[in-house]
């Protein structure tokens, strides 16, 4: 395991790569994938649009994103110069290992094949970017590359800043997912207690059941009278045995 330089420098994002002093197409990347991560909502997404923004902009082998999320769960993907690779190749044991050994919490690049975290790939190096939101690693980008001169400190920093952004589109997309499944839980019950109201208002008993039988819906007019059952007896149970 190293570090590459250009991590350990602050501000050095981008260096004299290839003998070129035109920092443009690093620029470029970061601006394009910052203005196309502005119109994305939903972190699966998220991760989708930055692997393989990564894979491409770095020209690596393999990239891989991974981030474990309160109220969404695991997002996790892999591309290849083929496309979308099987979720399995870096999955939620492995992050959890990778974890549990309190890795740095800067990139750096592993050339131990035995501690690669991308399986089935055939890469030569790996550079690992922690994915940070709010001081806490939650996730984390990897990039493989076929040969390892193919890797230089400069694409480690893009990798880091790429891995920045995403960290926080994906914590706000996420944020979003929740407010939005929330809404609609409201809705939900919205509807089902109007719904009730309006059965209740009927002047006749009433109930409803679902396709396996089960009473969905007990109107007030079923809950009263000497055959009267209360609605929390009924509301669940199979019509038959109620009835």
């Excluded at 197409?25 to 972190?43: A, K, M, N, Q, Y």
């Excluded at 190749?89 to 290992?97: H, I």
């Excluded at 550079?127 to 590359?145: A, D, M, Q, R």
Aim: charged residues 25%.
């Amino acid at each position: 395991m190293s570090f590459p330089s250009a991590v350990k420098k602050q501000g050095r994002l981008f260096s004299n790569a290839g003998g070129s002093a035109d920092p443009s197409p690093e620029l470029r990347f970061i601006s394009d994938l910052g203005r196309s991560l502005l119109f994305t909502v939903h972190p699966k997404k998220v991760a989708n649009r930055v692997a393989d923004a990564i894979l491409n902009g770095v020209e690596a082998e393999v990239c891989g994103f991974f981030a474990e999320l309160e109220n969404i769960g695991v997002i996790s993907c892999s591309f290849d110069k083929k496309g979308e690779m099987d979720p399995r190749s870096l999955g939620k044991e492995t992050f959890e290992k990778w974890l549990a050994l309190l890795p740095p919490q800067i990139g750096y690049k592993e050339e131990n094949k035995e501690k690669f975290l991308l399986t089935g790939c055939g890469h030569k190096l790996e550079y690992i970017s922690p994915l940070h939101i709010n001081g806490v690693t939650k996730g984390l980008v990897v990039v493989g590359f076929s040969k390892k001169q193919d890797f230089n400190d400069a694409k480690g920093s893009l990798i880091d800043a790429a891995t920045q952004m995403a960290a926080m589109s994906v914590n706000l997309s996420a944020h979003y997912e929740a407010a939005l499944n929330s809404s609609i839980n409201r809705a939900k019950e919205e509807q089902r207690r109007f719904t009730e109201a309006v059965l209740d208002a009927l002047p006749v008993s009433l109930y409803v059941v679902d396709r396996d039988y089960r009473i969905v819906t007990w109107n007030r007019h079923r809950e009263i009278g000497t055959q009267g059952i209360p609605r929390d007896e009924a509301i669940g149970r199979n019509v038959f045995s109620v009835l």
